[in-house]
């Protein structure tokens, strides 16, 4: 019963009145993706310019063949060998640094805890700068408060830091990749705001010199956190969102998005477990355009929400099975599943046999090729990359030659190339063997090229490797705070 309360003080955390939220659905501001333009074959004088780009490399006879860009036929829509891919987004609600390095130790590392030994999966995680929670809530098992919780600064005092250090080390190991918004601002009386446009500036020059740069943010707890954006309806539950309002005190979206912050996830959840695409284009009030994404947060059981997002209270493996995971390869689709890893307040959040054993068929799956498991910030990524990358095909004496040109963001624009933007990105190709890819006019090392075999369509590929696999136990070596 207590494990059941709990999860339900996570959903008024990160979300409000749910109902309210989830009738909202495709709100004001989600506008059609239709709005925008998918990369076109090069003109004229850019397919020129790439020619004569592979003709200046070496070994090369003078008939060359320019294929025009086709990219059902062209791009693979996952790295091979996977079918599908999927993200856990957590977030930050409640997690001491305590928590955080026993559950990462878990899911990130091979190495040995309380649920037997750990998973080896990339699992990104949120982070909070300020604490302005006046409810107090017990936040571990040894009845720790809001005291306790990691926070890049202390309380409200952009000029004091908690751990600050504690979570440059792990945004850099990749524990840490997204915003769960500046923080918690949840108070009793939701009219009682304490956040402000200036901590969010402050917030901004604090972890741009710590060198912490966030990719996406996901929007968190009640009316008080007036920060959030991203899902404004004036009749909803959502008109309390002032982050995009330029008239707002609490105006902070020109910022942050010039910060980098490219996602949003903007407090609506969704019961479809798999997505064709894992974003979709927002417009903003103050006329700017993010990506939202879609994130699996509930079930509706008999009219009745049943959260999906907490890990501590025993029915977890209901909403990880087998079953959805091969639907989700069936389907080619993403999934962006919402957590709040660190919102139990028990020793070790996986205490229940069947929840491990879920997450073991997921780390299955990922380590035999099916899913591809990645932080959010790598899926959301590879996302944009494959559905708007700029390339040209060329063909010269049974070779093939790639040129991956740019990544043409249609809410952000055209986005130079490098290697880490555009790895995982795979093309079939007749020969592979007999082919390269070119970035910035030089080919891609050897060792950063996979040549695959013919998958399920018949046809081999060539593609830019996947990050490494890294397990290591990056909480080992944090600093103490
Ligand atoms: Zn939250």
């Known amino acids: 019963m207590l494990a059941r309360i709990a999860g339900f003080l996570l959903f008024i955390f990160c979300l409000g009145l749910p109902a309210a939220i989830i009738t909202l659905g495709q709100a004001t501001s989600v506008i059609s993706s239709a709005a925008f333009t998918y990369p076109e074959n090069l003109s004229g004088a850019e ?35 996977y079918g599908a891919m999927f993200a ?57 408060s809001v005291e306790a919780v990691m926070t890049f600064n202390r309380y409200l005092d952009p000029k004091s830091f908690k751990n600050a250090k504690l979570l440059k080390h792990y945004f850099d190991a990749g524990w840490v990749d997204g915003l769960h918004s500046f923080g918690d601002f949840i108070r009793k009386d939701p009219k009682d705001v304490v956040f402000s446009r200036e901590l969010a500036v402050a917030a901004w020059e604090n972890l741009n010199q710590a060198g912490i740069h966030p990719v996406y943010w996901i ?88 959260w999906a997002w907490s890990a501590d209270d025993g029915d977890f493996y209901r909403f990880l099975t087998k079953e959805r995971l091969e639907q989700l390869i069936a389907n080619k689709q993403y999934c962006i599943f919402a957590q709040h890893f660190g919102g139990s307040t028990s020793e070790f959040p996986f205490i229940f046999a069947k929840d491990v054993e879920a997450l073991r068929t997921l780390a299955d799956y990922h380590h035999s090729g099916k899913i591809l498991v990645a932080r959010t910030s790598r899926l959301l990524n590879y996302s944009v990359a494959q559905q708007f990358v700029h390339y040209v095909t060329a063909q010269r004496n049974g070779r093939t030659v790639i040129a991956i040109k740019s990544i043409q963001d249609p809410l952000f624009g055209k986005q130079e190339v490098t290697i880490d933007k555009v790895r995982g990105l795979t093309f079939y190709v007749d020969d592979p063997q007999n082919a390269k890819i070119v970035i910035n006019r030089r080919a891609v090392p050897k060792e950063e ?23 290591k136990d990056y909480s080992l070596n944090a600093p103490a705070e």
């Open 47 to 81: 397919a020129e310019e790439e020619i004569a780009e592979i003709d200046a490399e070496p070994n090369g006879q003078k008939q060359t063949t320019l294929l025009p860009a086709n990219r059902d036929r062209d791009l693979r829509k996952f790295p091979y060998p």
């Open 88 to 144: 856990f987004a957590s977030d930050i609600d409640d997690t001491t640094p305590r928590e955080f390095a026993m559950y990462h130790r878990f899911l990130n590392t091979k190495e040995m805890t309380p649920a037997g030994p750990g998973l080896g999966l990339d699992v990104g995680d949120t982070m909070w700068v300020y604490m302005g929670n006046n409810v107090y809530p017990k936040v571990d098992y040894k009845g720790e």
């Open 219 to 306: 929007n968190h707890g009640n009316e008080a956190n007036k920060q959030n954006f991203g899902g404004y309806h004036p009749l909803k539950f959502t008109r309390y969102q002032a982050g995009d309002d330029p008239k707002s005190p609490y105006y902070h979206t020109d910022i942050t998005i010039r910060n980098g912050v490219r996602f949003v996830w903007n407090s609506v959840g969704e019961d479809q477990f798999g997505q064709d695409s894992p974003i979709f284009p927002i417009q903003l009030r103050d006329g700017q355009k993010i990506w939202g994404f879609h994130r699996y947060t509930h079930e509706v059981v008999n009219g009745k929400i049943d």
């Open 449 to 471: 090229i996979q040549i695959n075999p013919p998958d399920e369509t018949g046809r081999p590929s060539i593609g830019i490797k996947w990050f490494a696999q890294d397990s």
